[in-house]
C-alpha cells in the first residue's frame, strides 16, 4: 500500500510542476524506469561525481544509484523549489542543489571535475540561450573522459551545438519509454 501512495504522490507532485511550468519540464508524464536505467547504464565505473541536470522526480536518480553509484557520489540541480525539496526527502545523503543547470559553474564552483553528467533537461523546449549557456559550462565542469548523457524524445540529438573537446558515441532508443526516447553520450576528450 505505501509502495502505491508513494507513486500517487510522485504523480501529483510531477503533474504540479507541471501545470505551473510546462516548457521547464518539457514532458507529460516522468521518465520510465527503462529510460532510467539506460541513461544510468552510461555512466562510466570509478572515482568522481556524477553531477544529474533536472532530476525531477528522481526516476534517473533512483536508476542511478541501483547502478552502483554511492549518494556521496551523487549532486543533483534542480530549479524548482518543491521539486528539489522532494529530493532532499526521497534520497537522503544525495547532494541537492537548488538552481539553475545555466549557473552551472557558480554551483559547483570549488569542486573537482565530474565523471558524467546525465541530463534530463528539456534543451529542445529551452530558449536556445539558455542551452547554449548551460552546453558551454560543460567544459568547465569535465575531465578527459567525463560523459555527457542526454535524452530526447525527438528522432534527432538535441546536443548538436555542444562545444568542441565532446566526441559523439552512440545513440540508441528506448521504446519502452512513452514516448520513445533516444539517449545520446559524448565522451570529453578535451579540445586540441
Known sequence: MQKKNGRVANAWHFTREFLRDPQAIGAVVPSSPFLARR??????????A??????GMGPVTAALLE??????ELILVE??????????HRF???????GDAADLQTLLAGRAAVRAVVSSLPLRSMPREVVQ???QRLPAISRPGTV???????FRSSCRELPAGFERGRASVVWRNLPPARVDAFTFRAPI
Not at 530549479?79 to 532532499?88: E, F, G, N, Y
Not at 537522503?92 to 537548488?98: A, F, I, K, T, Y
Open 92 to 98: 537522503p545523503g544525495v547532494e541537492v542543489l537548488q
Open 133 to 135: 549557456r548551460i552546453l
Open 39 to 48: 541513461m544510468a547504464s552510461l555512466v562510466p565505473p570509478g572515482p568522481g
Open 67 to 72: 547502478s552502483g553509484v554511492k549518494p556521496a
Open 148 to 154: 555527457f548523457i542526454q535524452f530526447t524524445y525527438h
Open 50 to 55: 556524477v553531477l544529474e541536470l533536472g532530476p
Open 79 to 88: 530549479r524548482s523549489p518543491p521539486l528539489a525539496q522532494h529530493l532532499c
